[in-house]
Every structure is written in structure tokens, then in C-alpha cells.
């Protein structure tokens, strides 16, 4: 158990909706990393938000937005959706991420299938 | 544009074997080269990591090698066994302007065989 908790685990929901994916880091982790993960594109990092500011953007779609809130959770909002959004969407956190590496550590991903 | 190659993109090795993943970078700004392992249903796993002025780090049976002039490293597994069978991805990791991002490559699925 890498102490970052993502939900929900699995989520079927039809084209043109809407859904929150939630993440919650390891205590102490003020970092916060979103990756989808695709059978065709691999890992790709979407963004990275650090004690409640955003800090990276990677390959994030203007349909998709993220926050982090004064509790460090976060939440990745993806909306008009499309079939291929269908993908494992992860979610990290480590301690820091101002140019001080520390070890990222992954949920256990939610799957979102798109119909 | 993909900037860590990684291959094979599968591999098939003999229990007690040498298992061997290679990856390239083209982004100099890397400053962090870390190896993840994946299991079904699971989140990657930081498995070793290493920082570009050192050539090799061995923790165990894993060893990563860092050629920076070539700008590849690779993962050499010994004695493979089969619970060592899962998803290995390699990453760049940039810690640049505030922020941490890691570039992973498309990942080698490793079936370990008795």
C-alpha cells in the first residue's frame, strides 16, 4: 500500500459527461502528480499542483482541469467526454517538488471506461 | 515527441536469467533516471533510481547502468524469478523551475518463466 488513495477504483459513464476522479496523497505529501495511463501512449504526465498552486502542465486536454485544495487532496475534472478518455488514470505525491527529487508514489489508478 | 525510448517492449527470460531493458533520452535536462515496476491492477512502484553522475547502482539483484555520453541507461535483473514478472518503465525526471515531472517510457512487460 503506497498510502495514496484514489477514487473511485472504477468508473463506466457514457460520452459528453462529466466526472471528478479524487485523489488523496500520503500525509505529509504536498505534491500531487496526474498520469494517464493508455495501452497505445503509455504513462503520460497531465499535471502536477504543489501545496494547492499548480506547478507543471504535461499532455492535459482543455477539457480536463485539476486543483488542490487546503487539504492537499486533489481532484482531476474530465469533461465532454469522449471514448478515447478511456484510460487508467493515476495519481501521485511526494514530499516536495521544488527541484528537491523525493520519491513519487503511485495509487492504485482509477479506471475510467468511456461508452 | 516521445522523449524515452524504451525496449524491448516485451521480453521473455528463463528463471535464473539475465533480464535486460534499454532505454534513450533526448532531454539533457534530465536530471533523475528512475525505474518503476507495475503489477496488474496496481500503481507503479519506484523499484531503483539513479542521477546522471554516477555510471551504475545496484540494490539487490537490480542494477541500473547510465551511459550519459550515449544518452541511454538500462536495467539489468539477475537471476530473474517469476515474481519479478510485471510492467517495468523507465523515466526522466526534470526538477526544473519549481516543478517535478517525471517522462516515462512506453514500459517492457517481463514474463519470467520456470
Known amino acids: 500500500d503506497s498510502g495514496v488513495t484514489q477514487t473511485p477504483k472504477h468508473l463506466i459513464t457514457a460520452t459528453g459527461q462529466r466526472v471528478t476522479l479524487r485523489c488523496s496523497p500520503r500525509?505529509?505529501?504536498?505534491?500531487v502528480y496526474w498520469y494517464q495511463q493508455s495501452l497505445d501512449q503509455g504513462l503520460q504526465f497531465l499535471i502536477q499542483?504543489?501545496?494547492?498552486?499548480?506547478?507543471a502542465k504535461g499532455n492535459i486536454l482543455e477539457r480536463f482541469s485539476a486543483q488542490q485544495f487546503p487539504d492537499l487532496h486533489s481532484e482531476l475534472n474530465l469533461s465532454s467526454l469522449e471514448l478515447g478518455d478511456s484510460a487508467l488514470y493515476f495519481c501521485?505525491?511526494?514530499?516536495?517538488?521544488?527541484?528537491?527529487?523525493?520519491?513519487?508514489?503511485f495509487g492504485q489508478g482509477t479506471r475510467l471506461t468511456v461508452v | 515527441q516521445q522523449q524515452v525510448k524504451q525496449s524491448p517492449q516485451s521480453l521473455i527470460v528463463q528463471k535464473g536469467g539475465i533480464s535486460i531493458i534499454n532505454c534513450a533520452y533526448e532531454n539533457t535536462a534530465f536530471d533523475y533516471f528512475p525505474w518503476y515496476q507495475q503489477f496488474p491492477g496496481k500503481g507503479p512502484a519506484l523499484l531503483i533510481a539513479i542521477r546522471p553522475d554516477v555510471s551504475e547502482k545496484k540494490e539487490g539483484r537490480f542494477t541500473i547502468s547510465f551511459n550519459k555520453s550515449a544518452k541511454q541507461f538500462s536495467l539489468h535483473i539477475m537471476d530473474s524469478q517469476p515474481g519479478d514478472s510485471a510492467t517495468y518503465f523507465c523515466a526522466g525526471g526534470y526538477s526544473g523551475a519549481g516543478s517535478y515531472q517525471l517522462t516515462f517510457g512506453k514500459g517492457t512487460k517481463l514474463s519470467v518463466i520456470p
Open positions: 501521485a505525491s511526494s514530499v516536495s517538488g521544488q527541484g528537491v527529487f523525493s520519491e513519487a508514489f
Open positions: 499542483y504543489y501545496n494547492g498552486e499548480e506547478r
Open positions: 500525509s505529509g505529501d504536498l505534491s
